[in-house]
């Protein structure tokens, strides 16, 4: 059982890389690879150097900017 869930809510991808002390989905881990990208290079740096949780209002500021919308439907289960 893997207790381990994408930090935004919703998204019930599987997890693939920590943001800050939560994780987050391959895909969501993009976007905010994105987000940090587009906040300069200033910001890129600045979370390398951050510790895992020093790093966890930057990951709430951004999953505040994403949507839920586009993740896909996994209600539906296997039969
Ligand atoms: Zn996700």
């Given at each position: 059982m893997n207790d381990l869930q994408c930090m935004i809510q919703g998204c019930q991808a599987k997890v693939y890389s920590p943001a800050g002390t939560q994780h987050v989905c391959k895909e969501h881990f993009l976007s905010f690879l994105t987000w940090r990208r587009r906040k300069g290079a200033q910001m890129f740096v600045h979370y390398a150097g951050l510790s895992m949780d020093q790093r966890d209002p930057i990951a709430a500021e951004w999953s505040k900017t994403?949507?839920?919308?586009e993740a896909p439907s996994t209600t539906a289960s296997k039969p």
């Open positions: 994403v949507s839920t919308v």
